[in-house]
């Protein structure tokens, strides 16, 4: 004669309980529970589920393990955060960024493009996902992305050609950052570059200055000039040349972020410039030093004007300046909408009259 069940152990309790957690997990999701309130108990939820005590403790362990119930001694279990990773990621916005983390929040820019991304990300009520490396993400495209439930993605950082099309062919939008992307299938938002390098070349031409260096920079990550760098030259050249100015006189100079020898031989030539424009802070105080190094005063020896974010910087540096936050927040808004096309926005910048310009002496920019 077959033995009785005991009370509380039915047989069959430890397949038992993955069904119990999973439709638990169910009505957790739905609201059945709101929370950080109180569940059923151990024993109403045994007899709901005409199962043992075991069964529904294990089933609430797996629960509280996954984050979605609290379980603390003497107390009902609560209804606890927790939602499946791909209910989280649902409308959520993917940033892939080739910088580190540090990068976005250690330098001035970083941080204000970020605030501007995760402002952005708030007034739609859209997660925000990061996904960062140093230089991974240059070289590897993230796989499986085509087959979460995203709104879209940002990109942060240089990418090279070959992996930029890759990210053409995803079905969700793609919002290219601070990079032009004019001539690509996707959404961007950069700096208006060119019109602002022409106005801050044409504002040192009407300063006097005849003799003008161009500092660009070179990626070493893509081995080519910067994207950036590129429109802005083009804005200088144009202003030069709008100007009357001689060829000799203009010169654009190439560098990368960590050296210094170019803006040594910026200040070391003959006959002197007496004024420099720069594509980044970076640039801005190398030349700074490099000057000073060699004996001349800023901005009375010579003028210095450099893009900037639009933050307090250490130096009062005169140029255009750049809104990064309304860059990052810009980006966010054009996931949102429903572009026949890709969308391609441009930033303008501000200028900044800092003290680092200062009106050419006669004679100036000329000795041998």
Known sequence: MPSRPRIGRPPGDASRYRAIAADLARRLASGEWPLGKPIPSYRRLARHYSAGLRAVRLALQELSADGRVLIRPRRPPQAALGRPLAAVLDKAIALVSTFGLNQLVDVAIGKALWRGLALGADELGWPLIVLQHPHRWRQEFPAGLRHLPLSGLILLGPFKADMLRQYEALRVPVVLVDQPGDALKLHSVAVDNYRAARDATARLIARGHRRIAFVRSLVNSVKDIDPDSRERQAGFIAACSSAGLKEKDFKVFTSQHQAGSTMREIVQT????????????????????????????????????????????????????????????TAVRLLQRKSAGPEHVRIPTVWKEGNTLAQVRVGRGTEA
Do not use: Y
């Not at 802070?281 to 004996?295: C, D, I, M, S, V």
């Open 270 to 329: 003959r006959p002197r410039f007496s004024a420099v424009f720069c594509v980044t802070g970076t640039h801005a105080l190398q030349t700074a030093a490099a000057a000073e190094e060699a004996g001349m005063k800023i901005p009375q020896d010579l003028s210095i004007v450099t893009f900037q974010p639009s933050v307090e910087s250490a130096r009062n540096w005169s140029g255009p300046h750049i809104n990064f936050e309304r860059m990052g927040r």
